[in-house]
């Protein structure tokens, strides 16, 4: 079994901790589960009465006279007859429906996954007992509560027992815990950071998208601001793909059904699509059922089958800004990083077995070099390897999956296993970028594909005159635009490097008689290609400062009798700082900083 770490295991033990002292205040309370999750721990209970804020005071309250009491973590192996006679008279159900499972599954893997506190000994289980609380519980814990130092109760919220939504709704309490007070400080100042980060608040704060009820969750619409910006990383990536041998396609956003029986994803990916358009209902005329796309990879399939291929032509790498659609549920929504239809800056690779390793070899620098250009120098490289439920040989999976290792042992970069983390179809790489509070995020995903050809019989004809079967390579640079968009935002906090921002430069005249100059200096900026705003509003000149400030514009131009009668420009700098510069000296500087990308 594997063993959990000591952070682990303090959060682990604070979560009973946590148990006990909401015993002591409710003794008919019943237990479901109480785990370690990242940065602290949770339990759920069935009560009598719905908490409150201020009952999580008095729980937090009781935990630390119960650290001060010093109790100790009692561990002991019974029988799965004595644990379900010790739970019926504890009264209890939620741990007999545990050990139901237990009696029921044994000691495999099924029973391992989820989480039963079997020992090493047949039909044993291990109890912890924390001064009145008994759990079912495989461990490990603290020897004592004085080992447990710091924690904090942040929060409540409801949970279906197993989580399923046919089952009783229990109350869930979330909790912190850390190995000291200042590694707990540093995490709520993190957090505190991150919420003024928010994408969703700078997202609202500088207009540029928004999420409507009436259009529906997880569906975006960007305002002007918005789509410029979303334009901007479009126009460069595929300036770049196209530079690298990529053929720009595009594709509808629907097609029939069984499309997408053939690909696999009907059987292997239904939970994640929109439910099927049956048309022979309300059209007599079409019999076919449809269905929105989930991915773009069976039309890029199509393209390539259109034409008998040669071995001269490959590799063949096909892209396209598709926007596709996935059911996500509503609880997992989250502004830009969690959506129902995104575009994708996807791309199908078609190679020879003797053009693999190359190929995702060159994804791999090229896609690390994309980001690095949108300031993302931190990342982690993951292998992701065959899942549980997967399609094709799994002569070909292992094939896939030395490929990808080989690639990147060639490269010299660090990688981790994740194991089981492969799509359906294939083995992959993930990249996950690190913002700048250290937080990771997963972008750039390149998968190898031996199946989907196999099933749509695509074929190219060899040096040998003979058809045989490309490899397909799924890759995704920047993956989701909406959800790297929103980490773009937090990245940033919304202060994008000048060749991202959709408003560079903005001008505003002192009075009437300034305008003539402001619209000429404007359109002279935009004539060497930045992108202005000429706000000539009767405001004041301090409001309109403070407006363009909380838009975050890069550089504000104020333009008065002082320009009017001298070849400099009194430039205000994002950060308040201020400049005196000539207009040849300054236009100078924003090129090269365009062009460097900084």
């Not at 049956?278 to 079409?286: F, G, L, P, Q």
């Not at 929105?292 to 892209?319: D, G, Q, W």
């Not at 308040?576 to 300054?586: A, G, L, P, R, V």
């Amino acid at each position: 079994m594997k063993k959990e770490n000591p952070l682990q295991t303090i959060r682990h033990s604070t979560s009973h901790l946590m148990a006990a002292a909401v015993l002591d205040l409710f003794p008919t309370a019943k237990f479901g589960i109480g785990p370690a999750i990242e940065n602290g721990f949770y339990y759920d209970f069935e009560l009598e009465k719905n908490l409150s804020p201020q009952d999580l005071k008095e729980i937090e309250k009781r935990m630390k006279q119960l650290v001060k009491k010093d109790l100790k973590f009692e561990k002991k192996e019974i029988s799965l007859t004595e644990a379900m006679d010790l739970f019926k008279k504890l009264k209890q159900p939620y741990k007999i429906d545990l050990l139901k499972d237990l009696n029921k599954f044994g000691l495999t893997k099924k029973s391992l996954k989820i989480n039963l506190p079997l020992t090493e000994k047949k039909d044993l289980v291990t109890i912890y007992k924390l001064g009145n609380f008994i759990d079912l519980c495989r461990g490990p814990h603290l020897k004592s509560t004085k080992e447990i130092k710091t924690f904090k109760l942040e929060k409540l919220a409801g949970a279906y027992w197993r989580g399923d939504e046919k089952n009783k709704m229990l109350q869930r309490i979330y909790g912190l815990a850390f190995q000291t007070e200042k590694e707990m400080e540093n995490f709520l100042n993190l957090r505190k950071e991150a919420e003024k980060r928010d994408h969703r608040k700078i997202g609202q704060e500088l207009n540029l998208f928004q999420l409507n009820d009436d259009i529906g969750p997880g569906l975006i619409l960007w305002h002007p601001k918005g789509a410029i910006l979303k334009r901007i990383i479009e126009n460069y990536i595929l300036d770049e793909y196209t530079s690298h041998g990529y053929k720009l396609v595009s594709t509808p956003h629907l097609a029939k059904l069984n499309l997408w029986k053939v690909s696999g994803h009907d059987n292997f990916y239904r939970e994640n699509m929109f439910p099927v358009m049956h048309m022979a209902e309300t059209n007599n005329e079409e019999k076919d059922d449809y269905q929105v796309k989930p991915m773009n990879c069976p039309f890029h399939i199509a393209i390539y089958k259109n034409e008998v291929k040669s071995y001269r032509e490959l590799p063949l790498r096909y892209t396209e800004l598709g926007t596709v659609y996935r059911y996500e549920k509503s609880g997992v929504l989250h502004g830009l990083t969690r959506v129902r239809g995104f575009t994708q800056d996807d791309a199908h690779i078609f190679c020879s077995p003797e053009q693999l390793d190359k190929e995702i070899e060159t994804t791999v620098k090229f896609g690390i070099k994309i980001l690095k250009t949108f300031g993302f120098k931190d990342y982690d490289i993951y292998l992701s390897t065959q899942p549980e439920k997967f399609v094709g040989s799994q002569k070909n999976w292992t094939r896939a999956t030395q490929s990808l290792k080989k690639s990147l042992e060639k490269l010299k970069i660090k990688y981790k296993i994740d194991p089981a983390g492969g799509v359906f179809y294939g083995p992959k790489i993930d990249i996950k970028i690190k913002d700048s509070l250290g937080r990771d995020w997963q972008c750039t995903t390149i998968q190898v594909d031996f199946n989907l050809p196999e099933k749509f019989d695509v074929n190219y004809i060899n040096n040998q005159g003979k058809k045989e079967q490309p490899i397909m390579i799924h890759r995704a640079l920047l993956g989701s635009l909406e959800r790297f968009i929103g980490v773009l935002i937090e990245h940033y906090a919304g202060n994008f490097p000048l060749w991202l921002t959709p408003v560079q430069i903005y001008l505003t005249p002192v009075g009437k008689k300034h305008l003539a100059l402001t619209k000429k200096l404007g359109q002279e900026f935009e004539s060497n290609g930045f992108r202005i705003q000429i706000d000539d509003l009767n405001e004041t000149i301090s409001y309109k400062v403070r407006k363009a400030e909380k838009q975050k514009i890069p550089y504000i131009l104020v333009i008065g009798d002082k320009e009017m009668k001298s070849n400099f420009l009194n430039i205000r700098m994002r950060g308040n700082k201020m400049e005196k510069i000539t207009k040849k000296k300054f236009l100078e500087k924003i090129l090269k900083e365009v062009n460097g990308k900084i």
